[in-house]
């Protein structure tokens, strides 16, 4: 049997931002406004097409003192109270004064486990003590999560009250849980009951699993980013007397949307793995992953410093070409405005220039055709993989309960990718120097995969 919890409480504790957070569904309702959630919904967490277990989000409860009364009114002995919960479900089922009631305690008589969700944030009241008596009359395991939604604590007198209705008691809290966090409630969930233990484990491990397939599954997708955007080119036929320079404004603003595009593709299959497709991206210049790639500060944050672009020799070609002084002069060499390669100066970078240097690729009768790109800047590969491992560190890590929009802040003079330890960086820029050399990229891919992995599993200093 899949383990079935039914996460009930008071109206606007949390219970739907729990479920979102457990069950991975952004798209489920949550709202400032108590009574965001009308009928009690199944939301089962698969993997593979696996059911691992199911969360039912209810509404919460309005009329808990006429339903203690009525069960009160029919008191019986204690092995008969679950049976007598199960009768008032029925008797009511078409009662509208007793809908919330209703839905929130059917999955219960139908077998689910209790997480009962309050706001330690809080104080605790006698209001609630009512809904804790019809909980412990369903005789269901149960286990109450202290969420905090508000800054204050009130978790020790709510601790006192319902350490006495439930075995367990733990503070979970819905918007910030991370994994780790997520996979120890899950095993405390396996304590509830003998049957749960065994599945609970297995979906831990599978959760476990799937979160290392998802960050390689991404690795290869930024891989191909990568690998892409070093091979894109812009073509065109030009007539014998149609001038170079507009033919060549136009193919590095198509290149620069192809980029772009191809950018954001990358993105939407990285946030598809971790089941964040409508993901909200905040505009605005705070929002430097919103920084465009072709800005000033899209390079200066997310790829490497101008030093380590010399130490790990990805800028060794442009010294052969243009010499040092050249190069060290202003952010040229931070662009790595890679000598002997197609791409312009660096005022390119900013817009006010090109882009990529056009070649005549041949003559035909009457005209040319030209090309711009690939581009062959030394930074290049820096500053779309440093942006792709804060996009995967904020995806991976988002809660599905939180939502509001994604924004990041990097301290504004740091070279991101930098920070990587020395052996990494040289195992990428070696790899980077063949994809350069058009052609080798069948031969890298799987090599780059690797160790984009493993740059997405390192801790990302910000
Ligand atoms: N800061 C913070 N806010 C939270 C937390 N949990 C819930 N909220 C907010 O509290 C409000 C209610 O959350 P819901 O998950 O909709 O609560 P609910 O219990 O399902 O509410 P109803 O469906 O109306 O009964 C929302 O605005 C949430 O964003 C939390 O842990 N921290
Ligand atoms: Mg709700």
């Not at 009511?92 to 219960?108: A, G, N, Q, S």
Request: aromatic content about 6%.
């Amino acid at each position: 049997m899949i383990p079935t919890f039914a996460v009930v409480g008071h109206p606007n504790k949390g219970k739907s931002s729990i479920v979102a957070t457990l069950a991975e569904d952004e798209r489920l309702a949550i709202g400032p406004t108590p009574g965001t959630t009308r009928r009690a919904a199944a939301h089962t967490f698969s993997i593979d097409d696996q059911p691992q277990y199911v969360l039912v989000d209810t509404p919460g409860f309005q009329r808990a003192r006429a339903v203690l009364d009525w069960l009160l009114g029919r008191s019986t002995t204690a092995s008969a109270r679950p049976a007598l919960v199960a009768e008032f479900v029925d008797a009511h089922k078409d009662d509208p004064r007793f809908v919330d009631e209703c839905e929130l305690l059917r999955p219960i008589v139908e077998g689910a486990g209790i997480l009962y969700v309050v706001d330690g944030s809080k104080p605790y009241g006698a209001e609630y003590e009512l809904e804790m008596q019809i909980l412990q009359w369903t005789g269901r395991p149960r286990m109450a999560l202290i969420n905090l939604i508000g800054a204050d604590d009130h978790q020790g007198e709510w601790r006192q009250a319902l350490d006495q209705y439930f075995s367990l008691v733990r503070v979970f809290d819905a918007v910030a849980a991370d994994f780790d966090t997520r996979v120890v409630l899950l095993k405390v969930f396996g304590e509830l009951d003998d049957e749960w233990r065994a599945p609970l484990d297995r979906a831990v491990a599978a959760l476990v699993v799937e979160r290392d397939r998802r960050r390689r599954r991404s690795a290869a997708e930024i891989a191909a980013c990568l690998i892409d955007s070093l091979q894109l080119v812009e073509r065109m036929s030009l007539g014998d007397d149609e001038p170079m320079q507009p033919a060549q404004q136009r193919m590095v603003e198509r290149l620069q949307k192809r980029l772009r595009g191809r950018e954001r593709q990358c993105r939407e299959a990285v946030q598809g793995l971790y089941r964040h497709q409508t993901l909200e991206w905040q505009e605005g210049s705070q929002s430097l992953l919103d920084t465009d790639l072709f800005t000033h500060d899209g390079w200066e944050l997310f790829g490497l410093s101008r030093q380590k672009l010399v130490v790990s020799g990805a800028l060794t070609g442009a010294l052969a070409g243009g010499g040092i002084d050249a190069l060290l002069a202003g952010v040229s060499l931070a662009l790595g405005a890679g000598i002997g390669a197609l791409i312009g100066g660096a005022s390119a970078w900013f817009g006010s220039g090109e882009l990529a240097r056009i070649k005549v690729l041949g003559e035909t009768i009457g005209g040319r055709i030209v090309q711009v790109g690939p581009v062959k800047a030394a930074n290049f590969p820096w500053v779309l993989l440093g942006r792709a491992w804060v996009h995967h560190q904020l995806v991976a890590e988002r809660n599905h309960a939180y939502r509001e929009e994604i924004s990041l802040a990097l301290q504004s003079d740091q070279n991101l990718m930098d920070g990587l330890p020395d052996e990494m960086r040289k195992d990428l820029q070696k790899i980077f120097a063949r994809l350069f050399k058009s052609g080798a990229a069948g031969d890298v891919r799987g090599d780059l995969i690797g160790l984009i992995d493993r740059v997405l599993d390192s801790p990302l200093a910000r």
